[in-house]
């Protein structure tokens, strides 16, 4: 299936939930893609599809599937472009089947769609189970728990290339996985080639964040400038049958791949170099080449590889109750002092008045806030924002808190002005490892 | 006149770039030299001990300090530094991703 003389193509058409389409849309129209990778969920973006499907057992995949559908279906079923997606979340079937409906809508009869599942392990993981990397079992977490879904690697995404799906949708798909997955299936690499894997699991790695290695992420004005980034185009890799890569954009989109963006990315969220873990094998970007190939060219080489880990990965998600936020802004002469002590006021009135001892911060956006806890960043500026936190499991706790910082509108220092206010349903992850013995991927075919 | 130019660099941030990533309550933040020429002065700057005593509030782990010595970048691993995690933290920034510019806002002090 590939389009290249020498080289298989993969782009990135979404690189997180809540990534852009139209510009997934002229990659998938004009890149010539063997196939198009929708990377869409997160630890805790799991967790939530999780609630929202037992609110509604339709729902529970990414909530910007059918749209995203619509508009990359027709496109990538005329380029020829297998799309592989852990859009389905929570819920990969009804993920799959509203695909294979979207695809009927659009006449695209035949259209064949693999849904993976197995991914949800809540059956086989007990509350005694021990956490991954912290003391402490599930059960002392004490919680409702909402989900665990064990990651699955490429060996879970194969037989549905075997089966020459258009569309793979699963739920906990592992990130890189889905890179390495069809290039093993395209080359012919072997399971047991660690080398490989290892490569593969760097162009995944590289790829999954989508603009982040095409100039997101990156611009720092006056230093590090991105030409375009309104209109920045998702990355593609050119990978060659020995797993050395180019990475690369379309040429009239917005954004750079240079050595430097793809140098950000090689970390991140990376702790040993030469020990990243995947489903798939222990890769070793330690040694990782990365060189100029011409105008947003850039030839990455020299990943390795070892065994992969004994066990897989399960994110468990616990409902963790709300966190509350709540602000009203000061301006002018004095503004941080003002915003200070209308802090002081919320916090006394939420401990003493109200005995809520939920853990509470307030900071002063402005002045300081993000570097709070570092001791760095404090500034006197003269347009400063009270932000209050509060997190608790009871709904009335949140909702007073709202009314506490909204009435210093009257009650609180001269000059406040622009309350807002929300309570967020929160959820918690945590980390076990399971025996994959105890994990069975399924492919079910799904034909519009 | 950008700030890595020719003049006395001040910050770390005048002769690196940098990203910053969460897993759990742990962040990993890697910088980068933008001159191959200005890597021993970053090597010799930001080590772990400086950065572990530069924030003792935010960082109550360890850091770990990874050479890319061919790239010229450092990964730093900073243990129990993001006030609790995603899953804790009161932050505005819960993912601490905003700590890139905490270590590029260090000072070169020699």
Known sequence: ?448 | MTARGRNTPRLVRDIAHARAGDKGNTSNVNVWAYDAADFDLLKRNLTAERIKREFPALIRGGVDRYVIEHLHGLNFVLHDALEGGVNASLNLDSHGKSWSYLLLGLSIED
């Not at chain 1, 911060?361 to 209050?388: K, N």
Request: aromatic share 4%; hydrophobic share 40%; net charge negative.
């Open chain 1, 1 to 448: 299936m590939s389009k290249g003389p020498d080289v298989f193509r993969i782009g990135t058409g979404a690189g997180f939930a809540a990534d852009r389409l139209d510009p997934a849309v002229d990659l998938a129209r004009h890149g010539k893609l063997d196939v198009m990778v929708l990377e869409c969920l997160g630890e805790r973006t799991v967790a939530f599809a999780h609630r929202d499907r037992m609110a509604d057992p339709r729902r529970g995949y990414n909530a910007h599937l059918e749209r995203r559908m619509r508009a990359l279906l027709p496109v990538c079923h005329e380029a020829g472009t297998t799309i592989i997606s852990n859009m389905g979340a929570a819920n990969p079937r009804a993920a799959a089947e509203r695909t294979r409906d979207i695809a009927r809508d659009l006449g695209l009869k035949g259209l064949k769609i693999a849904c993976i599942e197995g991914d949800d392990v809540s059956a086989s993981v007990p509350l005694t189970q021990r956490f991954m990397d912290e003391p402490g079992t599930l059960a002392d977490i004490g919680r409702p728990i909402v989900g665990m879904n064990a990651y699955l690697g490429a060996d879970a995404i194969q037989p549905a290339l075997a089966a020459k799906a258009d569309v793979i949708i699963g739920g906990r798909l592992a990130d890189p996985s889905m890179y390495l997955a069809p290039l093993m299936h395209h080359y012919g690499w072997r399971a047991d080639d660690l080398a490989r894997a290892g490569a593969g699991t760097l162009v995944g790695h590289l790829m999954e964040c989508g603009m982040q290695i095409t100039g997101g992420y990156f611009a720092d004005p006056g230093i590090k400038d991105v030409p375009g980034l309104a209109q920045c185009g998702y990355p593609i890799a050119e990978v060659a049958a020995d797993g050395t890569a180019v990475i690369t954009k379309l040429a009239d989109a917005g954004g750079c791949v240079t050595p430097a963006t793809v140098r950000e990315q090689l970390l991140y969220e990376v702790h040993d170099p030469a020990a990243y873990l995947t489903p798939d094998v222990t890769a070793d970007f330690s040694r990782v080449t990365i060189e100029n190939a011409g105008k947003d060219r850039v030839r990455v080489a020299g990943a390795g590889g070892r065994a992969r880990p004994a066990q897989l990965k399960v994110t468990v998600g616990f409902d963790a109750g709300f966190i509350a936020e709540a602000g009203v802004s000061y301006a002018g002469p004095a503004a941080a002092a003002r915003g200070r002590l209308a802090g002081e006021i919320a916090g006394e009135r939420l401990k003493n008045t109200h005995g809520i001892g939920s853990e509470t911060r307030i900071d002063l956006i402005g002045a300081s806030s993000l570097f709070a806890t570092a001791g760095r960043g404090q500034t006197e500026s003269e347009d400063v924002r009270l932000h209050g936190a509060l997190r608790t499991t009871r709904r009335d706790e949140a909702e007073l808190m709202l009314w506490e910082v909204e009435s210093l509108l009257c009650c609180g220092p001269a000059g406040g002005g622009g309350f807002r206010g929300s309570i967020t349903p929160v959820v918690m992850t945590k980390s076990v490892l399971i025996d994959r013995a105890l994990v069975h991927p399924t492919v079910e075919l799904f034909v519009a």
